[in-house]
């Protein structure tokens, strides 16, 4: 279910507020297509008293409006709790089962702790608080847009970080997506240890032993 408006607005928080819940946490997760690196997911709990920011889906925002929108957010917001899940986790549970973990971990995090979440196209498992999930939430709920923007920048960080300890693949411009420019590296280089080998594009190219790039199954 969406909302209509196009408009990322607190009318879902002040529904949930005024039945008396509290900390009512949006969460969403990042990465889960690339074909390299971890995949992140932040929850975030505003009060009810607080100056609303001008927030928008992370996608249609500019980088540097994306830090600036992460700093504002977690100046202004009750909680921030982040989960990452690390590449090894993701090619053994799947990416799906990584995606909602990363949810977990990242409601887990919170302090003070959630009543209630909005979720982003899933049920986030293993929590006992109550929680409604919809489509497209980041594009319409305003705690949900505040999650999609700190989980982003965060990967984000953490794939310049990537960059920098594997260079040649680019990591830092298409944060592990599998863009032209990466497909390349990866045909060159063969994967590197970041790289989801559960992925098919990414099992192409697995070395076999004695073997180059390319060769692989």
Not at 26 to 49: R, T
Not at 63 to 70: I, Q, V
Request: charged content about 20%; hydrophobic content about 40%; some cysteine.
């Amino acid at each position: 279910m969406g909302d209509s408006s196009g408009e990322v607005t607190t009318r879902l928080e002040r529904l949930l507020w005024n039945l008396g819940y509290q900390h009512v946490a949006g969460v969403d997760e990042v990465g889960l297509g690339p074909l390299a690196g971890p995949v992140v997911a932040a929850a975030v709990v505003f009060s009810p008293d607080h100056d609303c920011l001008e927030l928008r889906d992370s996608k249609k925002l500019s980088p540097s409006r994306r830090s600036a929108l992460d700093v504002a957010i977690r100046n202004s917001a009750c909680a921030v709790g982040v989960g990452v899940v690390e590449v090894g986790e993701v090619d053994r549970i799947n990416v799906r089962q990584a995606g909602l973990e990363a949810m977990r971990l990242a409601v887990a995090g919170l302090d003070p702790g959630s009543d209630y979440l909005l979720v982003d196209a899933c049920t986030v498992p293993g929590v006992e608080m109550g929680q409604s999930s919809y489509i497209a939430a980041d594009a319409f709920i305003y705690s949900v847009a505040a999650a999609s923007i700190v989980a982003k920048v965060y990967r984000d960080r953490l794939m310049v970080e990537l960059g920098q300890r594997y260079p040649g693949y680019g990591f830092e411009r298409h944060m592990g997506y599998g863009t032209a420019v990466h497909m390349e590296a990866l045909s060159r280089l063969g994967p590197c240890p970041v790289h989801r080998q559960s992925f098919a594009p990414v099992r192409k190219y697995t070395l076999p032993r004695g073997g180059r790039p390319g060769e692989g199954t």
